[in-house]
């Protein structure tokens, strides 16, 4: 029998990247170290989980994603890598990549994500601005609120331009180099957008 109830559900967040190893895992970690500050009635309805699209299973994360966790007081302890599959696409309600590519390979393995599925930066640039604060409808439940926020994004693409960008896709996050520099240049970038992308999706309550 099926107990559970509104109050079970979970919004369920999927970040992919290649290998697995780097960006995914970053952001994360990075978006589970900010839920934990909220108060347990609202962190405890958000499910965090990432994958790669060419990445092999239970591998650890690279050595200097490690350490960049550690230093924004992440708990990088206990992961292993997964491989994307539909079945994961499926089970989520919102799927960010790190890239242009890697969304294109979502949806190639689940075209139906289409309308949940953006890159981490776009759907920071997509998620409405002020975290839902003026919508007379905010719900009260978070993950109906959190579902709300991503049609909203829906609605937006299209209507908004990709800011300017150089060398890759604007909203591309690029692998980093291999230097502890690099991956923390990158990790500083991925911060940046979770904030602006929780702070949408909780209605900054």
């Known amino acids: 029998m099926n107990t559970t109830t509104a109050t079970d559900r979970q919004f369920r967040i999927l970040y992919v990247c290649v290998g697995n190893l780097c960006r995914s895992v970053l952001a994360e ?11 347990p009635a609202l962190s405890h309805r958000f499910h965090v989980h990432s994958a790669g699209t060419r990445g092999r299973e239970r591998q650890p994360m690279h050595p200097y994603t490690a350490q960049v966790l550690t230093a924004r007081g992440a ?17 989520a309600d919102l799927v960010l990549t790190a890239t242009v590519r890697e969304r294109d390979d979502v949806l190639a393995l689940h075209p139906a994500a289409v309308r949940r599925t953006f890159t ?29 926020r991503v049609a909203a994004a829906v609605r937006r693409r299209g209507r908004t331009r990709s ?17 502890l520099d690099a991956f923390d240049d990158c990790a500083t970038a991925i911060d940046r957008a979770v904030q602006v992308i929780l702070h949408a999706l909780s209605g900054s309550r």
Do not use: C, K, M
């Open 29 to 39: 970690h990075l978006t589970l170290r900010a839920i934990t500050e909220w108060p």
């Open 163 to 179: 800011a300017a960008g150089s060398g890759v896709a604007p909203d591309d996050i690029p692998d980093p180099d291999r230097t």
């Open 75 to 91: 708990s990088p302890a206990a992961f292993t890598t997964s491989r994307l599959t539909a079945a994961a696409i499926r089970g």
């Open 120 to 148: 981490i930066n776009e759907f920071a640039r997509l998620a409405p601005p002020d975290g839902g604060l003026a919508d007379p409808d905010l719900p009260e439940d978070p993950v109906a609120l959190a579902q709300q």
